[in-house]
C-alpha cells in the first residue's frame, strides 16, 4: 500500500495538479484551471448622487436637442433646381391660367366616336404594313431560293454585305499597347454635390 502512494505522490500529472495545472491529457498539454484567470476585485468609487443625475441630465438633454434637430430638418424639402419655377413665370400665373371650359354631352360623345374611329384606323394601318412587310420578306426569300437554283455564285453575291452602304471608316491602331510601369488612378473624383443641413 505505501508503495502505491508513493508511486502515485511521484506522478508527475498528480505533482503538478497540485498547483493548479494539469497534464493529464499527457504531458505536453498544460492547462489553467479557473482560479488562475482571477484577480482581485477593485474597489468601486462612490460618487455623489447629484453627480450621477447632473451627467444623466446632461446625456438627456443632448439628446432631447439632437431629436428637435432632426425634426425641424425633416419638415424642409431639398430644393430641385430643375423643378423650381422661375420668378418671372410665378409673376405670370395669372395671367397664363387656362379657363376650364365645360362641354357639353354630344361633344364629349363626339370626341369619343372620333378617339375610337381614329385607333380602328391606326390598329387597321398597323396591321397593313405587317402584311407588306410580310409579302415583301416572302418576296425576297422567293427571289433569292430562285437564284440560288440558277447560280450559287450570284446567290453569295446577292447575300453578300455590301460595305459601300456604310462609309464608316476607322483610322489608327485596332489595340493600344499596355503602358509600362502605368500607375493607375486610385478613383479620386472631386465632390461637388450640395450639402444640405
Partial sequence: MLKLLSSVAMHPSVLVGSRGISTCGGPLLFRS???????????????D????????????KKIEKSIRKLEKVSKTLKPIDEVQ???????E?????????????DKLEERIVAAKAWSMFKHDEHFFNLQVIS?????Q?????????????????????????????????VETPPIENYQSPDGE?????????
Fill in 189 to 197: 473624383y472631386i465632390d461637388i454635390s450640395k450639402k444640405w443641413d
Fill in 49 to 60: 448622487p447629484q453627480i450621477l443625475k447632473a451627467r444623466e441630465d446632461r446625456k438627456r
Fill in 85 to 91: 419655377l422661375m420668378a418671372s413665370l410665378s409673376n
Fill in 135 to 139: 409579302d415583301l420578306e416572302y418576296s
Fill in 93 to 105: 400665373l395669372d395671367i397664363r391660367q387656362r379657363p376650364i371650359e365645360v362641354h357639353s354631352n
Fill in 141 to 173: 426569300q422567293r427571289a433569292l431560293n430562285e437564284l440560288r437554283e440558277v447560280s450559287e455564285d450570284l446567290y453569295l453575291a446577292a447575300i453578300d454585305f455590301d460595305e459601300s452602304l456604310f462609309t464608316y471608316q476607322l483610322t489608327g491602331p
Fill in 33 to 47: 484551471s479557473l482560479p488562475m484567470f482571477a484577480e482581485p476585485l477593485k474597489k468601486k468609487k462612490r460618487l
